[in-house]
């Protein structure tokens, strides 16, 4: 069993980062790697860039908490779960958390280590305001959004 | 027409298993002649003992706080300062071909443009989307062709082995196990780990395919380009797993166990116990602080038979790394180049081979790792002499030496100094030092060094990290104890010795690299 936790301050109020992080559907607009990605219900199918599907079951999805969970089920897990945490820090930032635990350890890393890009591709849509996620969920650059950490 | 450049590195090459440095078991006759009319360096030491990280050196000629690639899994930019882009600006044709480990072969999201370019199956990355246009084509290299340890996977080799000999591809040790872990997995005649028959023959092994794509290449070029290729072995790190025909040239029964190995438990924990606390707990299967070494396999299981064939096997595949660069040569004076070729060969890092009771890598800054084999064959027309090089010298001076050798003045970037070619050429140049380091970071288990090798000594000091408080250390004096089973760290008789060396060690630190880079793979 190993833990991984990967976080970034992003200069956009955590209700609009929430929008991109609580619709597992577009994960794949923010997360490098991904091809593309489909939810049924509480599964989630994910397409890695090398080709693998990674099917996966969303375990919460709260808006309150702004907390989206979601475990690997594939046989080589023994366990998996992933937390993506979006904390507003009150001053129209947040800070994103995005954690991995994983068992076989090394998983953890070979799928976490990834989330480093996908915060950091996050922000860079939020603080830019242009990108295919704040597209998708409607944000753009006349919206409310913080851009480059000004309002 | 200018000086072309063929420059040859393994993986995980010890320096005693090259003759010319005093090897008796591998037979490496291409290798010595080279030594023989070139420059032998005796004290050539890594700036990481791990891949990634003295692979970026190699390539930047920058430390590892400088260039970031501070442990296997943190990725070097495609963007790092490269010497083949520089060669490629002058006008060089530039090659890579085999083992390249800039970014981390475990890549299931496809993110890393090397196992991206190699799953498309292209020998060049120009006009690919990543292609920015600044280093030149691809780190500079404009034709690439990439192989690891074994037949899985899609770099090049791989896909080579799927297409052509499918039957092939389970033959080689399977690297990982299910759970992706280093395997700890026994085979061969003792149970060794990473020990494999490998039933492929000789032709379809990876080290005779770098060989001969590299061959392939030079063949394409023209008679008067200028040239760097740099063929990348990738043994003889583990697993060993030699073709099964070619084990029969070496009877493990017949090798003497290495010096490095001390015969009696009791030796070998007294050893250890003297040096700081990471080393014994390895061996007794306590702490795995690195992803390098198999995680279920205890160093304390060691037997001598094991050791044996591992050496044995280990050696065959440096006899057929030498005879490989034979026909290399060969064709490269077949080509009519022959006066004109410079010829460095050398390694990434070395392998514990026994050493303490120890196989594999670490965070352990001795000579089984840090001690390289390095050769430096002029061209011939250079007309320099055959010398050997007692002063230390780095891999960080490669990229200025390739410079050098191309008529170039090495770029301001580069940290390293061209290769001195006697040592009173070192002394003249005030090379008289070289620095390694450590840092890794593996789920909450921290370990950091940082060493320096002057006037005959070897010195590590030890930063806090998750079994170590910031107080240890390593003293060797290398002319007395060649093995470093004498730790004077504590030996108030060279604290003058041992303050001198810190002081200097931590002077001499290089610029880090802001910021700091993510780890992102195991490796």
């Known amino acids: 069993m190993a833990t991984l936790r990967r976080e970034i301050r992003i200069h956009a109020p955590a209700s609009e980062v929430w929008k991109v992080v609580g619709r597992p559907e577009i994960l794949h607009l923010w997360f490098p790697g991904l091809a593309n990605c489909t939810v049924n219900g509480n599964v989630r199918i994910i397409m890695l860039g090398s080709g693998m599907p990674l099917p996966e079951e969303i375990i919460t999805n709260d808006s309150l908490q702004r907390r989206f969970q979601y475990r690997i089920t594939v046989p080589i897990f023994k366990f998996h779960l992933a937390t993506v945490d ?66 | 027409m200018g000086r072309k450049i063929l420059f040859v590195t393994t993986d995980q090459q010890r320096y005693d298993t090259l003759g010319c440095n005093g090897g008796n078991i591998a037979r490496t006759p291409v290798v010595d002649a080279l030594a023989a009319s070139g ?68 890549d299931p999201f496809g993110k890393f443009t090397e196992n991206v370019l190699a799953v498309q199956g292209r020998e060049t990355a120009e006009n690919q989307p990543w292609f920015d246009g600044s280093t030149g084509p691809h780190r500079g290299f404009e034709h690439l062709e990439f192989s690891t340890h074994g037949g899985a996977g899609n ?87 030699p073709p ?27 050893i250890l116990d ?16 690195n992803y390098e070494a198999p995680k279920h396999w205890v160093p304390a299981t060691l037997t001598p038979d094991q050791l044996r064939e591992v050496t044995a096997l280990n050696a065959v595949e440096c006899e057929l790394i030498d005879e490989a660069l034979g026909r290399v040569m060969a064709a490269i004076a077949a080509r009519g180049w022959g006066d004109d070729v410079d010829v460095i060969f050398t390694t990434d890092h070395a392998e514990l081979g026994g050493d303490f009771g120890l196989m594999f890598k670490g965070p352990y800054h001795v000579d089984g790792l840090m001690r390289l084999p390095l050769i430096w064959r002029p061209a011939p027309s250079a007309g320099l002499d055959p010398a050997v090089v007692s002063r230390p010298v780095g891999l960080v001076d490669l990229a200025p030496t390739f410079c050098t050798i191309a008529g170039l003045s090495p770029a301001d970037w580069m940290q390293g100094k061209p290769l001195p070619v006697h040592d009173a050429d070192a002394d003249a140049r005030g090379i008289d030092k070289a620095l390694t380091e450590w840092d890794s970071e593996l789920f909450g288990v921290a370990v950091y060094l940082r060493t320096i090798t002057r006037d005959g000594w070897v010195c590590t000091a030890y930063k806090p990290g998750f079994v170590h408080d910031g107080t240890e250390g390593e003293l060797y004096n290398l002319a007395n104890d060649p093995l470093q089973q004498v730790n004077l760290w504590e030996d108030p008789a060279y604290s003058s010795t041992r303050s001198d060396l810190v002081a200097d060690l931590w002077d001499s630190q290089p610029e880090p690299h802001s910021p700091r880079m993510p780890l992102i793979a195991p490796v």
């Open chain 1, 86 to 151: 979006v904390i507003d820090l009150f001053d129209d930032t947040c800070l994103v958390v995005y954690s991995t635990d994983a068992d076989p350890g090394v998983m953890a890393l070979v799928i976490g280590g990834a989330t480093t890009g996908a915060l950091e591709e996050l922000r860079k849509q939020f603080e830019s305001g242009v990108g295919p996620a704040l597209d998708a969920v409607g944000i753009n650059n006349n919206s409310s959004v913080a851009v480059g950490g000004t309002v």
């Open chain 2, 39 to 106: 420059v032998r360096y005796e004290r050539a030491v890594p700036q990481s003992v791990v891949c990634m990280p003295s692979r970026s050196t190699m390539l930047t000629g920058q430390y590892p706080t400088t260039h970031g690639v501070w442990m296997n899994g943190v990725p070097l930019p495609v963007d790092a300062p490269s010497v083949a882009a520089l060669l490629y600006r002058a006008g060089y044709r530039t090659a890579l071909v085999g083992k390249p480990h800039f970014e981390p072969f475990l």
């Open chain 2, 155 to 241: 770099l090049h080799y791989a896909r080579w082995l799927s297409e052509n000999h499918p039957e092939a591809v389970g033959m080689f040790y399977q690297v990982l196990d299910a759970t992706l872990e280093v395997n700890a997995a026994g085979g061969g005649e003792n149970g060794a780990p990473q020990v494999h028959v490998n039933e492929m023959p000789k032709e379809w092994y990876h080290t005779d395919w770098v060989a001969e794509r590299t061959i392939s290449w030079l063949d394409s070029l023209q008679a008067d380009d200028d040239w760097f290729c740099w063929m990348s072995f990738p043994d003889p790190h583990h697993p060993w797993d």
């Open chain 2, 244 to 270: 099964k025909d070619e084990v029969g040239r070496i009877n493990w029964r017949d090798i003497d166990l290495p010096a490095g190995y001390p015969t009696t438990a009791a030796e070998r924990e007294r």
């Open chain 2, 274 to 289: 003297a040096k700081p606390r990471h080393w014994r707990k390895w061996y007794d299967g306590e702490l795995v602080s």
